[in-house]
């Protein structure tokens, strides 16, 4: 019914900045939360940041201050801003969006910061 397409992942190095993109592909007018997830080799998937309906956001203490998440409605997008990056941040990233009937999932995009 929705589907979710991340973009902007890559390779960059430490202190560097990085944006991701979440585009879906019909409205998400109607949503409890929309996110990002992250998930790095060996570790359970966390939250990193998401924007709950009704405006309010909340960010993982390890990427308050670095990352900032907004969204574009009539783009029907929602992106992480991503600076000061840190190795730990290496992980694949993915999109979440949460309806009041149904929960989506991107399929990831790769993040890797190392010099």
């Known amino acids: 019914q929705v589907q979710l397409v991340e973009s902007g992942g890559g390779l960059v190095q430490p202190g560097g900045s990085l944006r991701l993109s979440c585009a879906a592909s019909?409205?998400?007018?109607?949503?409890?939360?929309m996110g990002w997830y992250r998930q790095a080799p060996g570790k359970q998937r966390e939250l990193v940041a998401k924007i709950i309906r009704g405006g309010s956001t909340n960010y993982a203490d390890s990427v308050k201050g670095r990352f900032t998440i907004s969204g574009d409605m009539a783009k029907n997008t929602v992106y992480l801003q991503m600076s000061s990056l840190k190795p730990e941040d290496t992980a694949v990233y993915y999109c979440?969006?949460?309806?009041?009937?149904?929960?989506?999932w991107g399929q990831g995009t790769q993040v890797t910061v190392s010099s």
């Open positions: 979440n969006l949460r309806q009041p009937t149904n929960t989506y």
């Open positions: 019909r409205s998400i007018f109607n949503f409890n939360s």
